[in-house]
């Protein structure tokens, strides 16, 4: 048994490995499955009992002995072949991908650009909110039943806490807390408690507009709202003003804007009116500018608000609105350019 431990380190010992190839016949020989070290393992039990403990541990230092020659040539080997590797600096470099604005990021900043243009900042406010400046100090009190028409999450912990229904949470703050005029939109997240489906979710963008100085007078709103709609739609766009309720403007007006695909001669995405509902206007209720510290005798001003998500989905014809935040790379793919 001595002898052939001697024997099989000398081998081990011997073996010339130069290549991939004898190194692996290295491995088959002493460390694979079939090993020769594991015929000696097998024979332990035909040698003396006092010396087998002595042999277990000369056959176990075999075993290490080829384990580190492996591990040394396979170290070798691969910086042989990395440094023998040719590298050809003619060949192009290999593409990065690039990724892509989110398409509603793209709306959002093309309104927040048009509105730049005529002197309107842009302010920001928390999602999470309060009742007065959410519902009661926009002409929504306790058990108003324009409540209902905003599905509301309440935070648990505090029931005058919520996410916010609206960005007029945000105009309301820069009411109390800014020097008049007051020229800014609030783009921003909403939340409402309705089921998700191709027409609905429970969060979506917004962009509102407020106006306050005074004289502000309707004719203000709607050359505002024109030239916004010929920025966003192209120069030859109209709009029509239908009357509408929203408690915190009063008068106030839905938007439409004439159908830019069809040119009015009616396709399904108009659903052959000629016309697109954009946005909700008004002239703000006097009652919110004096919950704001305002005297609405000597100020007057107008507000709007529009959807983020249905103005990327006129202009992109996008028909689910699951799609703007589902995140499919397949379908972010295909904005990559701006506007
Ligand atoms: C203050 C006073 C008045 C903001 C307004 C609308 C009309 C409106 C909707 C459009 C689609 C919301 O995203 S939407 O569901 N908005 O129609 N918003 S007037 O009026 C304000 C805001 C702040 C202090």
Redesign the pocket.
């Known amino acids: 048994m001595e002898n052939k431990i001697k024997e099989i380190d000398l081998q081990i010992e011997k073996f010339k490995i130069e290549d991939s190839e004898s190194l692996e016949k290295f491995r088959i020989q002493f460390l694979g499955s079939k090993n020769i070290l594991k015929d000696l393992f097998a024979k332990i039990k035909n040698v003396a009992p006092e010396k087998r403990r002595e042999i277990g541990k000369s056959i176990n230092s075999l075993k290490n002995k080829a384990q580190i020659k492996l591990e040394t040539f396979n170290e070798k080997i691969s910086e042989d072949c990395r440094e023998n590797e040719k590298i050809d600096l003619t060949l192009p470099g290999e593409n990065f991908k690039l990724g892509s604005r989110h398409p509603l990021s793209i709306v959002n900043e093309k309104i927040i650009d048009i509105f730049g243009k005529i002197g309107f900042t842009v302010s920001e406010g928390p999602e999470v909110e309060d009742d007065w400046h959410n519902f009661t100090g926009?002409n929504l009190p306790q058990e108003h039943p324009a409540r209902d028409m905003q599905d509301t999450f309440y935070i648990e912990k505090n029931p005058d806490w919520l996410l916010r229904t609206?960005t007029?949470s945000v105009?309301?703050r820069v009411?109390e807390s800014n020097e008049l005029p007051i020229r800014t939109i609030t783009p921003g997240r909403v939340y409402r408690n309705e089921a998700i489906s191709a027409r609905a979710h429970c969060f979506?963008h917004?962009v509102?507009g407020?106006y306050i100085d005074e004289n502000v007078s309707f004719a203000d709103l709607k050359q505002t709202i024109q030239y916004f709609a010929q920025e966003m739609f192209g120069k030859h766009s109209k709009i029509r003003l239908r009357p509408s309720y929203?408690p915190?403007?009063e008068p106030?007006a839905?938007v439409d804007v004439s159908c830019s695909l069809c040119k009015k001669n009616g396709c399904n995405v108009c659903k052959y009116t000629g016309w697109l509902e954009i946005?909700?206007?008004?002239m703000?209720d006097p009652n919110?500018l004096s919950n704001a510290g305002i005297d609405p005798e000597k100020y007057s001003g107008f507000?709007?608000?529009?959807?983020v998500e249905?103005m990327a989905m006129l202009k992109y014809e996008v028909r689910d609105l699951r799609m703007w935040s589902e995140n499919d790379i397949r379908f972010l793919e295909q904005f990559k350019s701006a506007w």
């Open positions: 926009l609206h007029s105009q309301m009411m979506f917004q509102e407020l929203f915190f403007t106030s839905e946005m909700g206007c008004g703000i919110v507000a709007f608000g529009m959807g249905r």
